[in-house]
């Protein structure tokens, strides 16, 4: 299966050049189209025209040049195959060995804000996905190659050996499907924006949630186990675009990672994300046992760890800026299992050397925490719950005091931070906060009297002066009245009970500020 003929057409151009000048060398003959083509010779690359193969030239504004026999035949034919051999000789078919083809950016293309219909339509590629798709399945005789990542490795072989390997040409028609399934996937998304009337083609936005859902995804890294571990799991991300969040972070110490401690990590960062100043949330069993937002770092870890020491041994944690020598200092005094951060100071890092279990992940350098913008997708026995992210932000302005008395300016700001923490906490989800620190959290409970009292229960700093934040409203006045007998003087939730008023009657004779904000946030 020597390789003496390549067929190149690529968008990406990433390598290209490199690569075609080895295979070059290599006594390789390469036939190309259009642009690729022309960008080859300007670097002075010999390149075969495909309408020279064909007999054919290029038509319809370039949508048709290698929808051909004499293409397709020789990516198609079977070396070992005595017809095939017959056939291809009978019709002077050249074999092509070797097919590097990339594909129109239909997905950037599709997220243009001034795309048009004919845009849309126009980057559909035909021609690179159907020959693609021919040279991996005929595997056992060609290469495809989908990936400029892949063209060093590609050129090692054939210097090597004249040829691919079948091992790899296998490898490489199995990432070709992929690239190609998701490709389809995509297109077949997009185009439900389009809709048809009075014989025009108008394009609207991206449904929110679409009629179909096509999702290519590559296995990234097996980890450590699952929830328990008698579970296998592993870290898959999607095929063909840049990895982004948690899962592109790089990890620069410590043991494998685990399913349970990739999942408390995405909640540690999505709260972390909350915050415009410096912040930590530290996680244990997918709950925020403790979140800071302070002036610096190191004050931000000292108030979080403050609201639960006990629960934060054998946590994880996320920082919202790069972790400095002195709060790596604190945090190197706990048992801690994960951290995730921006960066790490050296003498930070330093400090976590001898802990060689600990596990530290650093995020790519444009995101300190958060969610990305895609759909949260849950399994159920025989389909997938697909919905929209909990993106909400809550504004002052949104609150609606229901209450005599108004609550203060510090009353105001707790209550914010603590309804952010709120968000991210196991229904049902009760917070006590002052401004910038949780100092209580009940959580998962099903009864929301259970969450307070439990939040009351863990509590290590006094609850006096504090206010309490409800993740949905209070069905009766005894959450409200077991609140301030800890010391609560003011509470936020979503209001929207058949009992408010008798709620808001409690507050009021215990003296307590409440405001309804209009927005619930179940976490299940």
């Not at 390789?3 to 151009?13: M, N, T």
């Not at 190191?298 to 979080?304: L, S, V």
């Amino acid at each position: 299966m020597s390789v003496a003929r390549a067929l190149v057409s690529v968008y990406d151009k990433s390598g290209l050049a490199d690569f075609a000048r080895q295979l070059a060398s290599l006594g390789v003959e390469i036939v190309s189209t259009g642009g690729t083509a022309r960008f080859l010779r300007e670097d002075g690359i010999t390149v075969r025209d495909v309408s020279d193969l064909t007999g054919w030239p290029e038509m319809l504004g370039g949508r048709v040049k290698t929808l051909h026999p004499k293409v397709h035949g020789g990516i198609l034919f079977r070396r070992a195959d005595a017809g095939d051999r017959r056939q291809t000789a009978e019709h002077n078919i050249a074999p092509i060995d070797l097919v590097v083809v990339n594909l129109y950016p239909f997905e950037a293309t599709a997220a243009k804000p001034d795309l048009t219909p004919v845009d849309l339509i126009e980057n559909i590629d035909i021609g690179g996905p159907t020959m693609v798709r021919s040279a991996a399945k005929n595997f056992e005789s060609v290469a495809a190659v989908t990936d400029p990542a892949d063209y060093a490795a590609v050129a090692s072989e054939i210097e090597a050996r004249g040829e691919v390997s079948l091992a790899t040409r296998l490898e490489l028609a199995r990432k070709a499907f992929a690239l190609t399934a998701r490709y389809d996937g995509n297109i077949a998304t997009e185009l439900e924006r389009l809709s048809a009337a009075d014989g025009s083609i108008e394009l609207s936005q991206r449904p929110v949630l679409p009629a179909r859902l096509h999702f290519a995804f590559t296995r990234r890294q097996e980890l450590r186990y699952g929830e328990n571990p008698h579970q296998r799991a592993a870290l898959y991300v999607p095929v063909g675009s840049s990895v982004s969040g948690l899962a592109a972070a790089r990890q620069l110490q410590g043991k494998e990672l685990s399913y349970n401690n990739l999942m408390d990590l995405e909640s540690a960062l999505a709260l972390a994300g909350e915050f415009l100043r410096p912040a930590a949330v530290i996680v244990k069993h997918n709950n925020p046992c403790g979140a800071a937002e302070q002036d610096s770092l190191a004050e931000a870890y000292a108030k979080a760890l403050a609201c639960d020491p006990i629960s934060a041994f054998g946590g994880v944690m996320a920082f919202n800026r790069p972790l400095d020598a002195a709060t790596a200092e604190e945090v190197a005094k706990l048992f801690v299992e994960c951290i995730a951060a921006p960066g790490y100071e050296p003498a930070a890092l330093e400090k976590f050397a001898a802990k060689k279990n600990l596990r530290l992940l650093q995020l790519p350098a444009d995101e300190s925490g958060g969610r990305d913008t895609a759909w949260e997708l849950k399994r159920i026995s025989g389909g997938v719950l697909v919905q929209e992210q909990d993106r909400h932000e809550l504004a002052e302005s949104d609150l609606k005091v229901v209450t005599r008395r108004s609550p203060t300016r510090e009353e105001i700001d707790a209550m914010l931070f603590g309804w952010k923490v709120c968000k991210h906490v196991k229904s049902n989800a009760i917070v006590f906060a002052r401004p910038g620190q949780t100092v209580g959290v009940g959580a998962g409970q099903m009864s929301r009297v259970d969450s307070v009292k439990i939040a009351i229960l863990k509590a290590q700093l006094p609850l006096a002066g504090s206010v309490v934040a409800s993740d949905a409203f209070f069905p009766f006045p005894d959450g409200v009245e077991e609140g301030a007998k800890a010391g609560a003087t003011a509470v936020i939730q979503p209001g929207g009970s058949v009992r408010d008023p008798d709620v808001i009657a409690a507050a009021d004779r215990l003296g307590l500020a409440m405001v309804f904000c209009g927005v619930r946030h179940f976490r299940h």
